[in-house]
């Protein structure tokens, strides 16, 4: 039997790179989750995040068409909701308040986002 460790999950995916946001759309959905999104803007981020009453976790790229993404995770923080950054820059972008937010380093290995939001929730 195909293991689906996100099933019955929501998770938002907040990716820029079309590529990327399909890869983790499809890869997470057959790891059982119901994926919000993916969306690529912070501005399309917050409102779907607002909108939403239920968010499970969320895979939250650092930058996002050139606007750093941290009012969408000062939003899931405010929500309760636990969420994995993506970024291709070193951590020193990050603000501290965000020090206990795992960051996945890109290229990511999808599999390895699915096994940590697996244990996030």
């Given at each position: 039997?195909?293991e ?40 399309d981020a917050l409102?779907?995040?607002k909108r ?9 790229d650092v930058?996002?068409?050139g606007?750093?993404a ?11 909701v ?9 951590e020193s ?9 795992l960051?996945?380093?890109k ?8 096994r940590a939001?697996?244990r996030?929730?």
């Amino acid at each position: 039997m195909l293991e689906r460790p996100l099933r019955d999950r929501i998770i938002l995916v907040v990716e820029d790179e079309y590529m990327l946001a399909d890869e983790l759309r499809c890869e997470i959905g057959d790891a059982g989750a119901t994926v919000l999104g993916p969306v690529g803007t912070v501005a399309d981020a917050l409102a779907l995040a607002k909108r939403e009453a239920r968010i499970d976790g969320a895979v939250l790229d650092v930058k996002l068409r050139g606007e750093m993404a941290f009012p969408v995770a000062d939003l899931l923080i405010q929500r309760g909701v636990p969420f994995i950054f993506t970024t291709g820059y070193d951590e020193s972008v990050i603000p501290d308040r965000f020090a206990n937010i795992l960051r996945c380093e890109k290229p990511i290995a999808v599999d390895g986002i699915i096994r940590a939001l697996g244990r996030m929730a």
